[in-house]
């Protein structure tokens, strides 16, 4: 090989590695990935949370600018059980936030997550009062947010399995639909439909035209419609109506109340159901009930009680999942004790 040949060998790659390297640098200057981290951290921190990552934001700008996120853990401030664990997440970023632009998720996917809610519900507990007068943020997401793999336990126990999770854009005053499917703690197959359209008015956030359809196996389906409005921590409050079909027991009309916490009562749920055979009017603090009814469909056998709150039910069949409860009738209140007589057998082709 000629010596002229040799050099100009050495001078393309010597191009090529600093264009790689000039490449390299140029990720790193344009996404700042430390930028980024500290952004969410402190975002976090607003919201008394604390998010860390098993490894430092690897950036990359082909085919888009993202943000690969390994090992993300999510808990509330102070607390040793996590909110969240995933074993990874991407945020996906416009070009214009990459020069200066607003600081903006074009997509976020998380891969995996496991989501605790006891913590969960620790979390929301404690969360101050939001400032009077100060409006609340609506994280916009451009494109939208991709969830697989995911479940929901409480402690050790998977409540839901196999979530997959799909959301469309998130901007104040456009309509934002999102789809989940999942399976149950007894393998039946679930699935949720939900929009609505977010804005802010003042210093609450406000949820017009909302519209929820669940279904659960092929037996069961709730559809409600309605508007809501959350003004930080429990301060939240929701009208909902509309059609609780059970293939076996037949249609009931259903409305959903719900009241903000004060400095008396806490976060409330007024519930009415109006079928053959079944009414109630019971009001209801929604995290206790979520409690109550995961006992009721422990897998490992139900765990009768008298959900909490005030009201009375006269339940003649109720079929959800692996559960069915007949002859239940309850008076609850400070001024009512308690009284149930029940039953409660697996419903039919299902395992106890």
């Known amino acids: 090989m000629s010596h002229r040949l040799r050099l100009t060998l050495l001078i393309l790659g010597g191009l090529a590695l600093a264009a790689v390297l000039a490449a390299v640098i140029a990720v790193y200057l344009l996404l700042q990935p430390e930028r980024f981290t500290r952004m969410l951290q402190t975002q976090a921190r607003s919201a008394g949370l604390e998010l860390n990552l098993s490894s430092p934001a690897s950036p990359t700008l082909f085919p888009r600018p993202a943000l690969d996120l390994d090992g993300i853990t999510l808990n509330a401030a102070g607390a040793s059980a996590p909110i969240l664990l995933a074993a990874r997440g991407q945020l996906v970023l416009p070009w214009h936030t990459l020069f200066g632009g607003p600081t903006v998720i074009s ?55 196999n979530v997959s999770l799909e959301a469309g854009r998130l901007i104040s005053g456009q309509p934002f639909p999102l789809n989940m499917s999942a399976t149950t703690a007894a393998h039946t197959p679930l699935q949720l439909r939900l929009s609505a359209t977010p804005r802010i008015e003042g210093s609450t956030l406000q949820l017009d035209n909302v519209s929820l359809r669940l279904a659960q196996g092929g037996t069961t389906t709730l559809a409600l419609a309605g508007n809501a409005r959350w003004h930080g921590a429990a301060d939240a409050a929701a009208n909902l109506a509309g059609r609780l079909d059970q293939a076996n027991a037949g249609q009931y009309d259903i409305s959903l109340r719900l009241t903000p916490a004060d400095q008396n009562d806490p976060l409330l749920l007024a519930l009415k159901l109006d079928g053959p055979g079944n009414h109630a009017d019971l009001r209801l603090p929604p ?66």
């Open 107 to 161: 997509q976020l996917q998380i891969d995996s997550p496991r989501v605790d809610l006891d913590a969960l519900q620790e979390w929301l507990a404690a969360l101050p009062p939001h400032p009077a007068g100060s409006p609340p943020n609506i994280p916009r997401i451009d494109t939208g947010v991709g969830i697989s793999h995911g479940s929901l336990v409480r402690g050790n126990a998977v409540l839901l399995d």
């Open 287 to 352: 995290l206790a009930l979520a409690r109550w009814w995961s006992q009721l469909g422990d897998p490992q056998g139900p765990q009768l009680s008298t959900p909490p709150g005030n009201g009375h039910a006269e339940i003649a069949r109720l079929e959800v999942g692996g559960v069915a409860i007949e002859g239940l009738t309850i008076q609850a209140g400070d001024a009512a004790p308690a009284s149930a007589s029940t039953t409660a057998k697996p419903a039919a082709g299902k395992q106890r």
